[in-house]
């Protein structure tokens, strides 16, 4: 089901971590919530299989409220992150108590509690496993836009069913998404005029790139910031 590409440089996390708070129940979930509270428009990140106490996704956080938003990242995974170090629980043991089909309902009352907050337009954006959460929701129509980065288990037939605007961040080398699919998301969302869509492939990184690279890596760092403006970009132009 996953390789180690998709769990390759794990973070070392951090509770008290990023300029925002910790809410034990937003929407039913524990949040990092940070951004301004009068804001009508919401960004919901949605983290990959280590879950939202990673540093550098509370600082794509708080980075995005900068920009205006309202921004919850859902503990998702409920403080059971994946720990590839423990050979006795593997992948497919540890994503049968935290599978993209729970996160996707899990998220439905976040985003009732955004609204019954005054929010307006709300966008999601996930990495690796929230991809897939974040499809879900874009198919549902629970959203008013979406951003992929390097997502897992998406398949075409997801890209089909989307019914809000889509950005997709590839990575050039990804065994889950390679080039090859992340362009079949490409053709398809092309023949779908009723979407907007934006995708792009990353050159020299690998799958994971956008919130889990080395921060000693000046490269790394800079196709990081160019994801997260490329995230940005999508929600100034589909939820203001």
Same mark, same amino acid.
């Given at each position: 089901?996953?390789?180690?590409?998709?769990?390759?440089?794990?973070?070392?996390?951090?509770?008290?971590?990023?300029?925002?708070?910790?809410?034990?129940?937003?929407?039913?979930?524990?949040?990092?919530?940070?951004?301004?509270?009068?804001?009508?428009?919401?960004?919901? /990140?949605?983290?990959?299989?280590?879950?939202?106490?990673?540093?550098?996704?509370?600082?794509?956080?708080?980075?995005?409220?900068?920009?205006?938003?309202?921004?919850?990242?859902?503990?998702?995974?409920?403080?059971?992150?994946?720990?590839?170090?423990?050979?006795?629980?593997?992948?497919?043991? *540890?994503?049968?108590?935290?599978?993209?089909?729970?996160?996707?309902?899990?998220?439905?009352?976040?985003?009732?509690? /955004?609204?019954?907050?005054?929010?307006?337009?709300?966008?999601?954006?996930?990495?690796? *496993?929230?991809?897939?959460?974040?499809?879900?929701?874009?198919?549902?129509?629970?959203?008013?836009?979406?951003?992929?980065?390097?997502?897992?288990?998406?398949?075409?037939?997801?890209?089909?069913?989307?019914?809000?605007?889509?950005?997709?961040?590839?990575?050039?080398?990804?065994?889950?998404?390679?080039?090859? /699919?992340?362009?079949?998301?490409?053709?398809? /969302?092309?023949?779908?005029?009723?979407?907007?869509?934006?995708?792009?492939?990353?050159?020299?990184?690998?799958?994971? *790139?956008?919130?889990?690279?080395?921060?000693?890596?000046?490269?790394?760092?800079?196709?990081?910031?160019?994801?997260?403006?490329?995230?940005?970009? *999508?929600?100034?132009?589909?939820?203001?």
């Amino acid at each position: 089901m996953a390789s180690s590409f998709c769990c390759a440089n794990p973070p070392s996390l951090n509770p008290t971590c990023g300029g925002g708070s910790v809410f034990d129940n937003f929407g039913g979930i524990k949040s990092y919530i940070v951004g301004s509270t009068g804001s009508k428009q919401a960004v919901i /990140l949605i983290s990959d299989v280590y879950g939202f106490e990673a540093p550098l996704l509370r600082k794509i956080a708080d980075k995005v409220a900068e920009s205006g938003y309202f921004v919850v990242v859902p503990d998702f995974i409920h403080g059971d992150p994946f720990e590839a170090e423990v050979p006795s629980r593997s992948f497919q043991i *540890w994503f049968q108590s935290h599978s993209t089909d729970k996160g996707f309902e899990e998220a439905k009352p976040v985003i009732a509690a /955004l609204k019954e907050k005054g929010i307006n337009s709300v966008g999601a954006a996930g990495y690796c *496993w929230g991809a897939k959460v974040a499809i879900e929701l874009a198919k549902a129509g629970e959203i008013q836009a979406a951003v992929l980065s390097h997502p897992s288990f998406v398949s075409v037939g997801d890209i089909r069913e989307v019914k809000c605007p889509i950005a997709i961040l590839g990575a050039e080398t990804d065994h889950l998404s390679p080039p090859e /699919l992340v362009k079949q998301f490409e053709e398809t /969302l092309a023949s779908k005029s009723d979407v907007e869509y934006f995708v792009k492939i990353f050159p020299g990184v690998a799958h994971g *790139w956008a919130v889990r690279y080395k921060v000693d890596d000046e490269s790394a760092i800079k196709n990081a910031e160019e994801a997260r403006l490329d995230l940005v970009h *999508w929600f100034t132009t589909h939820l203001n």
